[in-house]
């Protein structure tokens, strides 16, 4: 079985300024890869960020970089000098090679950009 | 570029009601997910398919059923709709069922059930 765990249901930060989502997780499979997803207000689910689990550098995808720590089943969100337009939902999910036509989602994180 | 479509966008039913919903993969996505949504709460995974085979099972109801067609579009097919049945509805595709594939999202159906 598989479990993400996003243990802040919401965050604020300032406009300009970095911020860090929590992610952890649990699974059992050796292969398995972790996706950050945002969701706005107006609802669709947009694709963040990849990491893979036998992937040695931390993901970054412009202003998102993916804090990846395999031994303590961490994958954070870090997004730098925040805009208005981040404030949205984020998912955390993952999946892994022996339930691969599946993924698993966090609870989720509002995050809130102040100006 | 070409997107995951689902249809209808908004719909209303009442209980008891049967309802279908609508997917179209993107192009060469071969694999198709159905996810449940309630207000508030993260997607639940109900059902996926690859080449037209179940792929996986989550928590889908006993009264829906899904397939996936040789066109490789989707139909989600939900009778004897309950109230808690109100949701948003994702369809989502990928290339394959492997851990290292992100889902590409629809925009979503939001069903209401009265």
């Known amino acids: 079985a598989q479990k993400i765990t996003q243990t802040q249901p919401g965050m604020f930060v300032q406009e300009k300024e970095a911020v860090t989502l929590d992610c952890t997780y649990d699974t059992s499979d050796q292969s398995y890869g972790l996706f950050w997803y945002k969701q706005p207000s107006s609802g669709e689910m947009i694709f963040l960020i990849y990491?893979?689990?036998?992937?040695?550098q931390n993901a970054t995808e412009g202003r998102y970089s993916l804090n990846f720590q395999k031994a303590r089943k961490s994958a954070n969100l870090v997004i730098s000098a925040s805009q208005l337009g981040d404030s949205a939902m984020y998912f955390c999910a993952m999946r892994g090679n022996t339930n691969a036509g599946k993924s698993t989602f966090g609870d989720g994180t509002t995050l809130t950009v102040k100006p | 570029a070409a997107g995951v479509i689902q249809s209808p966008r908004h719909l209303i039913k009442e209980k008891r009601e049967t309802a279908t919903l609508k997917c179209y993969p993107i192009?060469?996505?071969?694999?198709v997910y159905w996810y449940q949504q309630g207000p508030g709460q993260d997607p639940q995974f109900l059902i996926s398919?690859?080449?037209?085979?179940?792929?996986d099972k989550g928590s889908i109801p006993d009264r829906f059923s899904a397939q996936q067609f040789s066109d490789y579009h989707s139909e989600l097919n939900m009778s004897s709709l309950e109230l808690g049945d109100s949701a948003l509805y994702f369809c989502?595709?990928?290339?394959?069922?492997?851990?290292?594939?992100?889902?590409?999202f629809g925009s979503g159906t939001q069903l209401s059930v009265l």
């Open positions: 990491q893979g689990s036998y992937d040695e």
């Open positions: 989502a595709s990928s290339p394959r069922p492997a851990p290292g594939e992100k889902l590409f």
């Open positions: 398919f690859y080449e037209k085979m179940q792929s």
């Open positions: 192009p060469r996505h071969d694999t």
